[in-house]
């Protein structure tokens, strides 16, 4: 299989070149391995996997000799051995060396009290995403659409785009399967299921029962993209708000699931304050709720929605650190899918799974720029294919043109 470039590859390298650790987390199978052993710029450096059962006794035995070593060092499945970040540092506090260490793993380190608070101040933290459309299609080589818009909002010589198809929305960007990989997705998102289960969620969590972890872990998919109720998920569920809150707070530091914060910062009353929840990858999220057509399907929307944050969210990640992503809901009136904020400007971008859009979905967009002077536009991304000014600082803009 041809190795494609990832677009975060700049990030890493400029980090490597002030911090002594890089940290580098995101979903099991999104490719931070063959990241770390085929990107030529990561090149030159020592890998372990503590996958290896004989490198993981290695360094639960005697951490601090593990990590002493000259040449710089790249450690996978880090989260295997918590007593390594201690020892790591140990050794940068004796030497601070920049890009002496990246570690990679199948877990959020910044939710992992015991690993955030012994590096705090040492190291850098990236996610490596799923594959976005950029990297699949090869345009790293062009800055982003999204940055250039909010850089200058036009839609002059832009070309039309072909729509974005279900098909890429069910497949995901999970390399082994966007990659034409597997013959049968669903075969391997059932392997993924169980690897995930039996594996990284009795490592993280310590789980006896899977049972309804599993039940949650599918009821996740069929609500991906709505704002998130401990309350209403554990009712559905049939499991305490406790249990519920714990279970998600693993599926969150294992990188399947993600939060997106409300963006508060104008006046509206009734402002909806709870996060918005979305599955790491749009692909999983489809075959955990059982779907594999989305033509009529009432989780199109919600699907194609979770496609779009995946994209722009690996884009901002990878590409444009000064960045941060939201989404904002006034209780009972409007809604925008996607706040984008940098420096002392936003974005706004609603995302309308259908090749036409009618009034109704402007009204969000509209209510949101009115509200929020230093928004440079609001954009209508729908499904189709040519970018049009609505005036008033909003466009419509194709699905794929906003995720090149």
């Keep these: 299989m041809t190795y494609l470039p990832r677009e975060i590859t700049g990030s890493i390298v400029d980090a490597l070149d002030d911090m002594p650790v890089v940290a580098i987390t995101g979903m099991r199978q999104t490719g931070k391995s063959t990241f770390l052993q085929q990107q030529a710029e990561l090149q030159g450096r020592r890998y372990v996997t503590l996958d290896d059962f004989a490198q993981l006794a290695a360094a639960r035995e005697n951490p601090d000799s593990f990590v002493d070593t000259a040449e710089p060092l790249a450690i996978d499945e880090a989260q295997r051995c918590p007593e390594l970040f201690v020892a790591i540092k140990r050794a940068v506090d004796r030497k601070r060396v920049p890009g002496k260490f990246i570690l990679s793993g199948s877990a959020n380190f910044l939710l992992m009290k015991n690993i955030s608070e012994s590096l705090a101040g040492r190291a850098v933290y990236f996610n490596l995403h799923p594959f976005t459309r950029r990297e699949l299609k090869g345009r790293l080589s062009e800055k982003p659409f999204i940055m250039k818009f909010f850089e200058e909002p036009s839609i002059a010589d832009l070309p039309e785009a072909l729509p974005v198809r279900l098909d890429e929305v069910i497949t995901g960007g999970m390399p082994s399967v966007c990659l034409g990989g597997m013959k049968n997705r669903v075969n391997w998102f059932k392997g993924y299921e169980h690897t995930y289960l039996d594996r990284d969620i009795r490592d993280l969590g310590r789980i006896g029962n899977i049972i309804p972890f599993r039940g949650l872990l599918r009821l996740a998919a069929l609500r991906t993209g709505g704002v998130l109720s401990i309350s209403e998920l554990g009712r559905e569920a049939r499991l305490t708000s406790?249990?519920?809150?714990?279970?998600?707070?693993?599926?969150?530091?294992?990188?399947?699931?993600?939060?997106?914060?409300?963006?508060?910062?104008?006046?509206?009353?009734?402002?909806?304050?709870?996060?918005?929840?979305?599955?790491?990858?749009?692909?999983?999220?489809?075959y955990l709720a059982g779907k594999d057509n989305l033509l009529d399907d009432p989780l199109r929307g919600a699907m194609v929605e979770t496609y779009a944050a995946q994209n722009i969210a690996g884009v901002i990640d990878a590409a444009w650190p000064q960045a941060s992503l939201y989404f904002w809901n006034i209780q009972g009136r409007h809604e925008v899918d996607f706040v984008i904020e940098a420096g002392n400007k936003c974005l706004a971008i609603e995302v309308k799974a259908a090749s036409r859009w009618e009034k109704k979905d402007l009204s969000g967009l509209k209510s949101f720029v009115a509200a929020t002077q230093h928004c440079v536009a609001g954009i209508l991304a729908y499904n189709g294919t040519a970018p049009v000014s609505l005036g008033g600082r909003l466009w419509a803009i194709p699905l794929a043109l906003l995720l090149e």
């Design 242 to 286: 406790a249990t519920v809150s714990g279970y998600l707070s693993i599926m969150e530091m294992s990188c399947i699931f993600y939060r997106l914060a409300p963006y508060i910062k104008n006046r509206i009353s009734r402002l909806i304050k709870s996060p918005k929840f979305y599955m790491g990858d749009s692909g999983l999220a489809c």
